[in-house]
């Protein structure tokens, strides 16, 4: 069946991470979405990890297979004029262009906003940059861990006198390429509505500041008050009910209680009879009580796995969470049921497990399909142009494609 995008031809610009994570979303709902590579280098994340066995390969990072689903890959050198000449026939049949160069990139290259909207004054053209088009921080460089910090949310992620920890695993690259195709669909929307292409500045560190991510509520609270609704001292233990990070027989729990829950609590560590004994409920609240409760706690634990732990106590109604590892997810029974999972074979990379779409669409399903080999797809799509077989050849040799 067709997915929910189907018809829309986005032309993919993007590299690394963020961008290419907002056009496969695109990719994996029905989108048909060109992507451009260098001839030689090929998209960034090719040369980022997990590889099999450790040994990099263009064709098999875990990183570009996940990021790139469903994708047809031309390559074309944009610093010469065929690729640029090529490039804007491709924009005159697109709906959407995404890109993420570095600000001042496409300008450079002589396709700036002006020339593509030349080319196809209907198709919307979405940025995403660090910080944006404009302002005094647009040549900033930064990575994940930068963009967190600029944002508002590192100096949240500690413990009290403590350094701030890093959240791994490019988490608010992901974060804004998903809000990156959301607005990438709204500028389509607003092309079709209005007949004129938009140009939509997208800033990862804009779109981290304004996110509800621990740093947009203390914007607020510091406007209110001059103070801040989340501190890292905030994540310290505030009461005897014992909540937050607790071990288990097999690694971690994530436990939220306090006094008003104190029923659920007794339910879930088996002790019923504690629930209306005036000599803890009068001490719920007094941090100095806490090492006893804990001396009920712990044992409990110890006798539980993370996994037990948590259905036992969600079964009462309490919020436990097992703080799993990546093995763990992979084997998640809730996750099996849902069939997240898709095993996907790439011609190279061989068969992988990578996870499913985000929102199912059950009239009009999303399907995931494998990465695409670097220009695996520039015959055919060439083809499209009107160039014949036979010309590939003298394009390739003077390094166009």
């Not at 570009?64 to 074309?76: A, D, I, M, R």
């Not at 914007?219 to 209110?224: C, E, K, N, R, T």
């Not at 099996?336 to 990578?354: M, N, Q, S, Y």
Request: glycine share 10%.
């Amino acid at each position: 069946m067709p997915g929910p995008l189907e018809g829309i031809h986005v032309l993919d610009l993007t590299q690394g991470i963020a961008g290419p994570y907002a056009t496969k979303l695109c990719s994996d709902y029905g989108a048909d979405v060109v992507k451009i590579e260098h001839p030689q280098r090929g998209d960034i994340a090719r040369r980022l990890g997990p590889f099999p066995t450790d040994e990099p390969h263009p064709e098999r990072s875990g990183m570009f297979l996940e990021l790139n689903t469903g994708k047809q890959s031309v390559t074309l050198d944009l610093s010469t004029a065929s690729g640029r000449g090529i490039l804007l026939r491709l924009a005159a049949a697109a709906d959407v262009i995404v890109e993420s160069f570095r600000p001042g990139t496409l300008e450079r290259l002589g396709l700036g906003p002006e020339v593509l909207r030349e080319a196809n004054p209907r198709a919307a053209l979405v940025r995403i940059s660090n910080f944006g088009q404009t302002g005094p921080y647009r040549d900033f460089r930064a990575d994940d861990m930068l963009l967190y910090a600029m944002g508002g949310v590192l100096a949240v992620t500690a413990v009290e006198g403590r350094d701030p920890v890093k959240i791994g695993l490019y988490a608010p690259l992901f974060l804004a390429g998903a809000i990156a195709s959301a607005f990438t669909l709204g500028a389509l929307w607003s092309a079709r509505r209005t007949g004129r292409g938009e140009c939509a500045d997208f800033s990862i560190h804009e779109a981290l500041a304004a996110s509800m991510d621990r740093g947009g509520p203390n914007l607020v609270a510091y406007q209110y008050s001059g103070g801040f609704y989340f501190t890292a001292q905030q994540q310290s233990r505030t009461t005897a009910v014992p909540s937050g990070v607790f071990p288990c027989q097999d690694g971690y729990i994530m436990v939220t209680a306090g006094p008003n829950w104190w029923d659920r609590f007794c339910r879930t560590i088996d002790r019923p009879d504690l629930i209306e004994d005036p000599a803890f409920v009068a001490r719920l609240y007094d941090i100095d009580f806490a090492p006893e409760l804990d001396a009920l706690f712990y044992p409990w634990l110890f006798s539980h796995t993370k996994q037990q732990a948590m259905e036992k106590g969600q079964a009462e109604g309490l919020p436990v969470a097992a703080i799993n590892r990546a093995d763990d997810v992979l084997n998640d029974p809730h996750l099996r049921a849902r069939k997240f999972w898709t095993e996907l074979p790439h011609p190279l990379g061989g068969t992988t497990t990578l996870p499913g779409t985000p929102v199912r669409m059950h009239g009009t399903p999303a399907e995931l399909r494998h990465a695409p080999l670097l220009g695996e797809h520039t015959a055919p799509v060439l083809a499209t142009l009107g160039y014949r077989v036979e010309d590939l050849p003298r394009l390739r040799a003077n390094g166009v494609i």
